[in-house]
């Protein structure tokens, strides 16, 4: 009787290892899944930012003052403060974008591509003027590529 009580208590700890070795597998495809989800989340966020960017930057007056800096023409102090917040807000986006890559949340193939608009934005002196002025409230990393493009480019 004792070698029946010794080979269930056996099977059953076989089981409950088998068991518990289950649960770890699922955990883990679990914790794939979460972070497969988080990253479309972030990529998500990312192009709702860069579509309200992009939508603000459609607006009437907008579009004037890039058109007078396409066609070299200077802009008022006004139009220029304006422009200096836009180009600050799409400047921000483009930090927290390299966020999200450092972090992960964002493959290297995508960051490769946000960096693309960067080697045309930075073909203007007066981007150039613009980044030169605000470039010290940047995180440092995020200051090296950017500079990086201007060197680039130049």
């Known amino acids: 009787m004792g070698f029946i009580v010794e080979y269930i208590n056996t099977l059953l700890g076989g089981m409950a290892a088998l ?10 495809r679990e914790m794939q899944e979460q972070n ?3 990253r479309a989340n972030a990529r998500q966020n990312v192009s709702d930012s860069h579509q309200e960017i992009a939508l603000k930057g459609m607006t009437p ?23 200096l917040t836009y180009f600050s807000i799409m400047l921000r986006s483009r930090e927290n974008q390299h966020y999200q890559y450092t972090i992960g949340m964002i493959d290297a193939a995508e960051w490769e591509n946000y960096l693309k608009s960067f080697k045309t934005l930075f073909k203007s002196e007066y981007h150039l003027k613009l980044w030169s002025f605000m470039k010290e409230t940047f995180n440092d990393e995020f200051v090296k590529i950017v500079d990086g493009i ?3 480019n130049n």
């Open 19 to 28: 068991v518990g070795i289950i649960s770890i597998y699922y955990l883990i």
């Open 36 to 38: 497969r989800v988080a």
């Open 61 to 83: 007056r907008m579009v004037k003052i890039k058109l007078k800096l396409r066609n070299n023409e200077d802009l008022t102090p006004e139009e220029d403060a304006a422009y």
């Open 150 to 152: 201007v060197d680039e």
